[in-house]
T-cell receptor
Framework: DAKTTQPPSMDCAEGRAANLPCNHS???????VYWYRQIHSQGPQYIIH???NNETNEMASLIITEDRKSSTLILPHATLRDTAVYYC????????????FGQGTTLQVKP | DAGITQSPRHKVTETGTPVTLRCHQT?????MYWYRQDPGHGLRLIHY???????DKGEVSDGYSVSRSKTEDFLLTLESATSSQTSVYFC??????????????FGPGTRLLVL
């Protein structure tokens, strides 16, 4: 699986959009971009995933660049409850489903 | 909610004692995983299972064994606990029908302290 690079921390004002970047320059054609988050003391939570098209669900939007070497997770109206560690994971389909978690980005949403 | 429970949620034990952690799922998923999480290391895969009696090692499997005698339960055993195994342990299931092919859903975690 391709390696990802994320900033270690970011701040965002409550009510504003939070844009979390992820670089995955070695991504291969069959690898998806997955985003998870982990709120303090809880298990990681799946947010969204995509291959090459932009994706949106009730939690967030995922914007993937045309060359697929980077992506951005967008929380459109961040709340204090969105304070968490956000993990960007690149993973291809496999029989094992093993995910490799990096250090992620700690997002602090401030009032 | 993927119907995943872990037990116990908290445990304190002494070095050298055996410890078994249980992960239980209610939705018949084939794949189950055990991770540990330590400060500065993120989540690391210990073992995983791809069916009843079918298991394989992850990246940090030394000192751990697993068993899966029925679909709903995946047990993680520390045969002789050491202080380095103090950690938070998360169980996960993989549900290819929800989200994406590789989407995993995690349990609430077990905090283990080995004295």
């Amino acid at each position: 699986d391709a390696k990802t690079t994320q900033p270690p921390s970011m701040d965002c004002a409550e009510g504003r959009a939070a844009n979390l970047p992820c670089n995955h320059s070695t991504i291969s054609g069959n690898e998806y971009v997955y985003w998870y988050r982990q709120i303090h003391s809880q298990g990681p939570q799946y947010i969204i995933h995509g291959l090459k098209n932009n994706e949106t669900n009730e939690m967030a939007s995922l914007i993937i660049t045309e060359d697929r070497k980077s992506s951005t997770l967008i929380l459109p109206h961040a709340t204090l409850r969105d304070t968490a560690v956000y993990y960007c994971i690149v993973h291809g389909s496999s029989n094992t489903g093993k995910l490799i978690f990096g250090q992620g980005t700690t997002l602090q949403v401030k009032p | 909610d993927a119907g995943i429970t872990q037990s116990p949620r908290h445990k304190v034990t002494e070095t050298g004692t055996p410890v078994t952690l249980r992960c239980h799922q209610t939705e018949n998923h084939r794949y189950m995983y055990w991770y540990r999480q330590d400060p500065g290391h993120g989540l690391r895969l210990i073992h995983y299972s791809y069916g009843v009696k079918d298991t394989d090692k992850g990246e940090v499997s030394d000192g751990y064994s697993v068993s899966r005698s029925k679909t709903e339960d995946f047990l993680l055993t520390l045969e002789s606990a050491t202080s380095s195994q103090t950690s938070v342990y998360f169980c996960a299931i993989r549900d290819p029908t929800s989200g994406g092919q590789e989407t995993q859903y995690f349990g609430p975690g077990t905090r283990l302290l080995v004295l």
